[in-house]
């Protein structure tokens, strides 16, 4: 039988809580057990090792958000509305998710 591997972590009883909401919010979601409706961790460590889920520090978000609304405003200077209207949205999705209240 091959061999399965394994992850063991220390987490603080406030911690798992926390990731167990921020999975449920992902959609990592267990199915089955006494846990079922609750956030799978598991599956969103998974998804995070396959580049599925991409994590950064709320000040890098913060700096990409800033760096395409200036995009944005030179595209709206090359008559570029439409393209400056998606790149606008794109950093205000941004910016909501770096203002997201950390529990």
Same mark, same amino acid.
């Given at each position: 039988?091959?061999?399965?591997?394994?992850?063991?972590?220390?987490?603080?009883?406030?911690?798992?809580?926390?990731?167990?909401?921020?999975?449920?919010?992902?959609?990592?979601?267990?199915?089955?057990?006494?846990?079922?409706?609750?956030?799978?961790?598991?599956?969103?460590?998974?998804?995070?090792?396959?580049?599925? +889920?991409?994590?950064?520090?709320?000040?890098? +978000?913060?700096?990409?958000?800033?760096?395409?609304?200036?995009?944005?405003?030179?595209?709206?200077?090359?008559?570029?509305?439409?393209?400056? +209207?998606?790149?606008?949205?794109?950093?205000?999705?941004?910016?909501?998710?770096?203002? +997201?209240?950390?529990?």
């Amino acid at each position: 039988m091959p061999h399965k591997p394994n992850l063991s972590v220390y987490l603080s009883p406030t911690d798992l809580p926390a990731l167990r909401r921020a999975a449920r919010g992902l959609g990592y979601v267990l199915t089955t057990g006494p846990r079922a409706g609750q956030g799978s961790v598991r599956k969103m460590l998974e998804a995070i090792s396959r580049c599925e +889920i991409v994590c950064m520090y709320k000040n890098d +978000i913060l700096k990409h958000a800033d760096e395409l609304r200036e995009l944005a405003d030179n595209l709206d200077m090359q008559n570029c509305q439409d393209a400056a +209207i998606s790149l606008r949205a794109l950093a205000d999705a941004l910016r909501r998710a770096a203002e +997201i209240k950390k529990d």
